[in-house]
C-alpha cells in the first residue's frame, strides 16, 4: 500500500530520507518510514517491530 501524507518539511530534508531505486518514485528509508509513521499516528500497527529492528541493526 501505498500512501502520501502533506508535509511541510523542506525537499532538501526529504530527499536525505529516501533512496533512489532507478524508478521516478523514490522510497523513504526505513528508519524514515517509522518514524514518519510514529509522529502522524497512522498505520503504526501494521508494522513488525522485530523485522524493523532486524533491518536498522544492518
Given at each position: 500500500m501505498i500512501e502520501f501524507t502533506h508535509t511541510?518539511?523542506?525537499v532538501r530534508e526529504l530527499i536525505g530520507r529516501m533512496r533512489d531505486v532507478g524508478r521516478p518514485l523514490r522510497i523513504a528509508t526505513p528508519q524514515s518510514a517509522w518514524a514518519d509513521l510514529k509522529r502522524?499516528?497512522?498505520n503504526t500497527h501494521l508494522v513488525d517491530e522485530e523485522v524493523l529492528g532486524d533491518v536498522q541493526a544492518s
Open positions: 511541510a518539511r523542506p502522524v499516528g497512522r
